[in-house]
Every structure is written in structure tokens, then in C-alpha cells.
């Protein structure tokens, strides 16, 4: 079974441009997360889809983050402008269920390393 | 207030020497909780939860209400254990989880 794909895996930008980053989940997953690791951190709840809709977007940045899950299957994170306390590594997660996370069963991705300059 | 606190950075053990890392949350009600590894170069991956009681690559977890906390234990460390380790505490709305800052266990030989 495939695994959680993200890119690009790596990604350095100067503050004040945009960045964007793709997931795609296990197939079938209907749960899909974006989480924001910052270094010497846990990983932090950014957004939460169910399908194409969006479940808790409470911690979202919407400023400057905006995230879409169009057809209920791949998803994109997008931050425009960057700043500094940007840099993180973003990981995203899916769950075969609407209530996997409650089993734990969260599958992540390798994540994607954002460097701001 | 839906918190998890992992009060070390950084453990480091001698390969046989018992280990606990040490969670503790705050939370209403009933918590799930759950630890997280990551082994170096690989992706954050279920270990175990609470509510299965199992016991996984010789940890084990016990939950104690009274003291809020979530103790992850192995009897004797193996330096295979030497990875990132997150508690992990199911939110209120049950939907999605929230971690702590990891701890670090090295385990030398």
C-alpha cells in the first residue's frame, strides 16, 4: 500500500513570497490533515478535511494560509506572504475513517522542510 | 485546556536499562491517548494507544487518571529504540490529535 505522498520534500524562499505544497493521501482516506512541525516542536493542527470539506480550520493563519481539497482526493497548502516563523517541516496526514484519529490512525507523510530567509 | 506535556528533550539510556518517558495532559473528561514514533530518516508512525492495552516492541503505557499522565515504559532499552517519541491526546471534538514536543531517547551501547 502506497504510503502518504508529499511535495517538494525540501523548499528555501525569501520572506514575503508564496510557497506551495501538495499531499496526497492513501487512497481511500476520506480524513486528510495538515499539521506544522517548527523545530523542537510537536507537530501543530493547521486544517482538518473530511472529503472536500473543511472539518477545523481554528489554527490556520488565514492571512497568509489557505488551503483546498477540491475533488476530496489530493490537497495543497498554499502561504502567501511568507514570513520568517514560517520555516517548519509541514506534514500531512490522512485516516481511512472520520473517526481514525480516535483509533490513532493517522498515516503521515514524509513531510515537507520549508526554510524562510 | 486540551494540552500535552512531554517535560524531556532528551533520554539517554545504556542498552538493557529501563526506560520511561514521561507524558502528562490536561483534558475534561475521558482522554484517548496515544505515542508516536519517528525513527531517524522514517515517518511519524503509530506505536501504540491506550485504549488497546497492548504492549508494542516491549512498551508499554499506562494511563493514570489521578496523576494526568501517560508514562511510556520499556524493561530493558534496546538501541533500536533510539528515536523521537511524541504523546499524543485525541481532541475534545474527537477529530484529530494533539501532540506533545517529543522527547529524544538515545540508547547507547
Known amino acids: 500500500e502506497a504510503g502518504v505522498a508529499q511535495s517538494p520534500r525540501y523548499k528555501i524562499i525569501e520572506k514575503r513570497q508564496s510557497v506551495a505544497f501538495w499531499c496526497n493521501p492513501i487512497?481511500?482516506?476520506?480524513?486528510l490533515y495538515w499539521y506544522q512541525q517548527i523545530l523542537g516542536q510537536g507537530p501543530k493542527l493547521l486544517i482538518q478535511?473530511?472529503?472536500?470539506?473543511?472539518?477545523?480550520d481554528s489554527q490556520l493563519p488565514k492571512d497568509r494560509f489557505s488551503a483546498e481539497r477540491l475533488k476530496g482526493v489530493d490537497s495543497t497548502l498554499k502561504i502567501q506572504p511568507a514570513k520568517l516563523e514560517d520555516s517548519a517541516v509541514y506534514l500531512c496526514?490522512?485516516?481511512?475513517?472520520?473517526?481514525?484519529?480516535?483509533?490513532?490512525?493517522?498515516?503521515f507523510g514524509e513531510g515537507s522542510r520549508l526554510t524562510v530567509l | 485546556a486540551q494540552r500535552v506535556t512531554q517535560p524531556e528533550k532528551l533520554l539517554s539510556v545504556f542498552k538493557g536499562a529501563p526506560v520511561e518517558l514521561k507524558c502528562n495532559y490536561s483534558?475534561?473528561?475521558?482522554?484517548?491517548l496515544f505515542w508516536y514514533v519517528q525513527y531517524s530518516r522514517q515517518r511519524l508512525q503509530l506505536l501504540l494507544r491506550?485504549?488497546s492495552r497492548e504492549s508494542i516492541k516491549g512498551f508499554t503505557a499506562d494511563l493514570n487518571k489521578g496523576e494526568t499522565s501517560f508514562h511510556l515504559k520499556k524493561p530493558f532499552a534496546q538501541e533500536e529504540d533510539s528515536a523521537m517519541y511524541y504523546c499524543?491526546?485525541?481532541?475534545?471534538?474527537?477529530?484529530?490529535?494533539?501532540f506533545g514536543k517529543g522527547t529524544t531517547l538515545s540508547v547507547s551501547s
Open positions: 496526514a490522512s485516516s481511512l475513517v472520520p473517526g481514525g484519529a480516535k483509533e490513532g490512525e493517522l498515516f
Open positions: 487512497s481511500g482516506h476520506a480524513t
Open positions: 478535511f473530511q472529503n472536500n470539506g473543511v472539518v477545523d
Open positions: 483534558y475534561s473528561g475521558s482522554p484517548e
Open positions: 491506550h485504549i
Open positions: 499524543a491526546l485525541l481532541n475534545q471534538a474527537g477529530t484529530a490529535l494533539i
